[in-house]
């Protein structure tokens, strides 16, 4: 029972394009959401995280959005550059208690040069 | 900072046999997690230690995994007897204690061949 499903496995786009990339969870009780990037032979990477009481969060290129009645987060990432070319997981939490991840199954996005 | 360390990177074993890896988190770091990810699919959780106990280890699969984090520092994982399906690549993360953010950082994983 998957509780955080990326159902794209991957994604091309072309450099200077913005890259979308989508996250869906069925748990109503997560409340705290993280993107995480992964280049291969090596860990993942905290990238952007969001609180429930948020809607959005920006990082410089990348942004996400959280719409919990659709529970439903994405993340944007422009523009997109080849170094962002990686395995992105998509994980959620409950806040206070310093609690697991619970991540998606991962996109892999490559960007074109 | 020195980042969250494993050892080994690699581990080839034979079915039946026993290995042990291990995970230095960041100095400061209460929290300490376990994760694995079989290959193409989800990092699943496995435990979370604070200091030197275990907090949630709803994720163990079974009695032949052990986690242990004597003194609250480095933390052991043995898988005794190894089989077949525990090959995958297993992840060490720790955290500071936090009523907000659940950030963690991760270290570069033990890949795990069962043979």
């Known amino acids: 029972d998957q509780q955080v499903k990326q159902n794209s496995p991957s994604l091309s786009v072309q450099e200077g394009r913005i890259s979308i990339l989508n996250c869906d969870y069925t748990?109503?009780?997560?409340?705290?959401f993280l993107w995480y990037k992964k280049y291969p032979a090596e860990g993942p990477t905290f990238l952007i995280s969001?609180?429930?009481?948020?809607d959005k969060n920006e990082d410089g290129r990348f942004t996400v959005f959280l719409n919990k009645s659709a529970k439903h987060l994405s993340l944007h990432i422009v523009p997109s550059q080849p170094g962002d070319s990686a395995v992105y997981f998509c994980?959620?939490?409950?806040?206070?208690?310093?609690?697991?991840?619970?991540f998606g199954k991962g996109i892999t996005l490559s960007v074109r040069p | 900072e020195a980042g969250v360390t494993q050892f080994p990177s690699h581990s080839v074993i034979e079915k039946g046999q026993t290995v042990t890896l291990r995970c230095d988190p960041i100095?400061?770091?209460?929290?300490l997690y376990w994760y694995r990810r079989v290959m193409g699919k989800e990092i699943k959780f496995l435990l979370h230690?604070?200091?030197?106990?275990?907090?949630?280890e709803s994720g163990m699969p079974n009695n032949r995994f052990l986690a242990e984090r004597t003194g609250g520092t480095y933390s052991t994982l043995k898988v005794q007897p190894a089989e077949l399906e525990d090959s995958g690549v297993y992840f060490c993360?720790?955290?500071?204690?936090?009523?907000?953010?659940?950030?963690?950082?991760f270290g570069p994983g033990t890949r795990l061949t069962v043979l």
């Open positions: 993360a720790s955290s500071r204690l936090s009523q907000g953010d659940n950030e963690q950082f």
């Open positions: 748990n109503s009780m997560f409340d705290y």
């Open positions: 969001i609180s429930s009481i948020k």
């Open positions: 994980a959620a939490s409950y806040t206070g208690a310093n609690s697991k991840l619970t």
């Open positions: 100095s400061g770091h209460d929290n």
């Open positions: 230690f604070v200091k030197e106990s275990k907090q949630d």
